[in-house]
């Protein structure tokens, strides 16, 4: 993470959530995985992410769930530290600083207390070697522990996760790397050593590439490189061991994993199908073809119920025990390269790039999430080395999000290049974009550039495409002949200049001008007339980079060289406003401000320059940004403002910037106040006060008396028992992990209770009438038995007043009790008193 006063370069969605093996809970519910710094819950019947674990500073190498708690899980990353959650509330344990990084965890129930980690070997500085260590845990109450006992186990093992293995009961762990099988009986605190030929006979290779231990037999499956599986046994003799093999996969096996009976044995490779295969019958197999992508990882869940792989283009798949897929979790599909821009959806706010082969992919910067994918080059992808294919490389939207347009090619060995042009029209009710025209060869040569007009005002839709074969175009939708139709698209215009090859081109805000680059000259062109307005000559080297200023720098016109040189035009004057030396990879401007961001390379790394064209000082400036050069961003706008007061964030206010480094990492800025707001946010449970009045709320403490009290609040009534509101029993209860809590019916007989004592006060109104009636009714037949008494004076008790007007709020006992004692005949007393 790069720090520069109040603003960081953070990872912010689209990580890689097929880096590591997935982990599914012991109830099935539950799926976690490694997702760059974080380690992300997920739901496996809604594929919504719950959780997001935010505590690591480096990249996650391994998720493990605590063999002796099922409810917690372990996560190790390369930052040294081996981190406790407890994942049902998202909420960290303890922290166990380890100081070395860590590649890989293990554990297993017969070894309480210690965790098995892979770290680089201390004798060797440039972490080529690695070595399995145990790592005893400290028992201590405090949340970050210093943990150095590291006692080592094996040397020279792989980093790779799937390399190393627990045996059955944990009385031995395997590990593999090139030809070598190593196993390590901890009973016997021996290790031995099991070697294969580097080539079979038929020239494939032996390597191995992954291992499982069955869970009940002394059985090893290793998968290699040629294919082959290979079933070891008698291992624990280090001359009289033998193995099995099987073979299905044509190419390498990138993952094997038995079921936790041990029934059977599941694979998984480049056929992006997952075999099945019967243990002690392995002619028996069962295939789940066509998953759509290579399988990097197998994981089972405890209870068997489910299966999950992980895919080479960022997707996990859960499938159920029958062999039926239940639920897919896609993430961010990353290539070897994005060859369209990053582009912003207006209608989604989504990002659109390159995703699967021939497809655009929409992914929710918002909710990480990948809203769907869009088949573009509408054919079947064939996968096989060498043969060329149509592959999306160019993508734009329209200011509305009504249109999109695509460009697609493809170049056969000792063939002419193919193209397409198509242009997509949004469709409400499918709320997809739906093809609307094809245009076959829209260009005798490559296409360079393509850009919309982004006029919002504009009476009408105008795409421009520049292409090396010395020509621009300008397309337009003609309204529909027949009332079934819908528009269509046809070039409008064919431009050139001087037979020079168009290499960049871009509209003003305003949609008034259209300036399209050759070589070391810009031309301004009235997309209205079509009329050449002007031309701006540069120094020799082709211009790479052309960018309008928006809102108040709406005049200017900026663009760059190709000897690293960033120019801005004033298009008033038709003259070279200023320019500076840099050597800028990419120009882009925010569409919500006047600012613009330039990325520089430089000694290997890259920097960023927010600047306005009106000023000579740039807004911001971060040097090593990140390493290697920045070729795609894109400024995608906020759903809320933020209220940044300091001058270097307030350009972040409205929008903000994301880039791909070369690594294929989504990156962007954030100011810390933001970053802990969301820590903050993921930490808490928010409760919407509009939440209906009811028993159940009044326990969770948000009941507020009202300042004005009820006015028959002071006329008799029942006593009522006072609810447990913000009382620290029902914090603690509250706040409290949900599998430490007391049994259900504790907890339900207390709810029952507050539901019998919460009546409404029209209720308690209703009682008190129907009281005080049935009492007036039973002083009317009292006062006829007590005629022949003399009656009592008021004034005989000059102190007294009325009992109603004087009286505190009686409890029901007390008003039964109060009505038999005015049954009774007191005239006796009256004698005593006139005697």
């Not at 170049?411 to 997809?432: G, H, I, M, V, Y």
């Not at 507020?704 to 006015?711: F, H, M």
């Not at 022949?788 to 709020?809: I, V, Y």
Request: glycine share 6%.
């Amino acid at each position: 993470m790069v720090e520069h006063g109040d603003i960081r370069v953070v990872h912010r969605g689209g990580s890689k959530i097929n880096y590591r093996e997935p982990v599914i809970t012991n109830d099935s519910k539950l799926l976690l995985c490694a997702s760059g710094e974080s380690v992300k819950v997920f739901s496996t019947s809604t594929e919504e992410c719950v959780h997001d674990l935010r505590g690591h500073t480096d990249l996650v190498t391994g998720v493990l769930l605590k063999p002796s708690n099922h409810l917690q899980v372990y996560s190790c990353s390369v930052d040294g530290t081996v981190r406790l959650w407890d994942f049902t509330d998202g909420v960290l344990i303890k922290t166990y600083v380890i100081g070395y990084p860590v590649y890989a965890i293990y554990a297993s129930a017969n070894h309480e207390g210690v965790i098995f980690i892979v770290t680089p070997s201390a004798s060797d500085k440039r972490s080529e070697l690695f070595q399995l260590v145990a790592l005893h845990l400290p028992q201590s109450g405090e949340q970050l522990v210093e943990a150095g006992e590291l006692s080592a186990v094996l040397e020279d093992v792989s980093s790779n996760p799937r390399a190393t293995v627990f045996g059955r009961g944990g009385e031995y762990i395997a590990s593999a790397k090139d030809v070598h099988l190593q196993v390590y009986f901890f009973k016997k605190q021996k290790s031995y050593r099991f070697p294969l030929k580097e080539d079979n006979k038929k020239g494939g290779k032996n390597t191995f590439t992954c291992i499982a231990c069955h869970p009940k037999d002394d059985c090893i499956a290793t998968g290699h490189e040629d294919g082959k599986i290979r079933l070891w046994r008698n291992f624990n003799h280090r001359k009289e061991y033998t193995y099995a093999t099987l073979h299905w996969h044509h190419n390498a096996v990138s993952s094997v994993c038995f079921t936790p009976e041990g029934t059977n044995l599941l694979s998984g490779g480049l056929e992006s199908v997952l075999v099945q295969w019967r243990y002690n019958q392995e002619s028996q197999r069962d295939f789940l073809p066509r998953l759509g992508a290579a399988i990097t990882h197998i994981a089972v869940s405890p209870d068997g119920a489910l299966f999950c792989t992980s895919h080479s283009d960022n997707k996990i798949t859960i499938i159920q025990s029958c062999v039926k897929v239940s639920a897919v979790i896609q993430g961010l599909v990353k290539g070897e390269s994005v060859k369209t821009d990053l582009m912003v959806d207006p209608r989604s706010k989504s990002l659109v790039l390159n995703g699967k082969p021939g497809h655009l992919q929409f992914y929710s910067l918002q909710r990480d999430k990948l809203l769907y994918n869009l088949d573009i080059v509408q054919q079947e992808y064939i996968h096989e080395l060498g043969l060329e294919q149509f592959e999306v490389v160019m993508v734009d939207f329209d200011a509305s999000g009504n249109w999109m347009a695509t460009v697609e090619e493809r170049k056969p060995k000792a063939a002419e290049l193919e193209l397409n042009l198509k242009l997509w029209e949004f469709d409400e009710q499918t709320q997809s974009f739906v093809l609307n025209t094809t245009v076959s060869a829209p260009h005798e040569a490559r296409i360079t550039a393509m850009c919309f007009c982004q006029a919002t005002d504009s009476q009408t839709t105008m795409l421009v495409s520049a292409s090396k074969d010395g020509h621009f175009k300008a397309w337009l939708p003609r309204p529909a002949h027949a009332e079934d139709e819908g528009p269509s698209w046809s070039c409008d215009f064919v431009g050139t200049y001087h037979s020079l090859v168009p290499e960049c081109c871009c509209f003003s805000a305003d949609g008034s001008l259209l300036a399209v680059s050759f070589r070391e000259v810009v031309t301004v062109w009235s997309p209205a007339s079509w009329e050449l307005l002007a031309t701006l000559s540069q120094p020799p080297k082709a211009i790479r980079n052309l960018c309008f200023g928006r809102l108040s720098c709406s005049k200017y016109l900026l663009g760059t060289t190709g000897n690293n040189l960033l120019c801005c035009w004033n298009l008033l004057t038709c003259s070279l406003e200023w320019s500076t030396s840099m050597d800028v990879g990419l120009l882009l401007n925010d569409p919500l401000t006047e600012n613009m961001a330039a990325f520089c390379c430089q000694a290997g790394h890259t920097d960023l320059f927010v600047f306005k064209p009106s000023e000579p000082r740039p807004v911001f400036s971060l040097k090593a940004v990140c390493s290697g050069r920045v070729t795609r961003a894109v400024f995608a706008p906020r759903e809320e403002m933020l209220e940044s007061c300091e001058e270097s964030s307030q350009w972040l206010n409205r929008s903000q910037l994301y880039f791909l480094t070369q690594y294929m990492d989504l990156m962007t800025f954030s100011t810390k106040a933001e970053e802990d707001r969301l820590m903050a946010s993921s930490k808490q449970l928010v409760i919407d006060d509009s939440v209906a009045m009811t028993p159940f709320y009044l326990l969770l403490g948000k009941h507020r008396k009202q300042e004005n009290p009820d006015p028959l609040s002071g006329s008799p009534s029942a006593e009522r028992t006072p609810l447990p509101q913000g009382s620290v029993a029902i914090k603690e209860l509250l706040q409290t992990p949900a599998h430490v809590l007391p049994s259900t019916s504790f907890l339900c007989s207390m709810f029952v209770e507050s539901l019998l004592v919460s009546v409404t006060d029209a209720r308690e109104g209703n009682k008190h009438a129907e009281e005080e009636m049935e009492s007036e009714k039973e002083e009317e037949d009292s006062e006829g038995e007590m005629e022949s008494s003399t009656s009592r004076p008021e004034q005989a008790l000059p102190g007294a007043q009325s009992p109603e007007s004087a009286a505190p709020p009686l409890t029901k006992a007390q008003v039964r009790e109060l009505r038999r004692v005015k049954k009774l005949d007191h005239g006796w007393l009256s004698g005593l008193l006139h005697s």
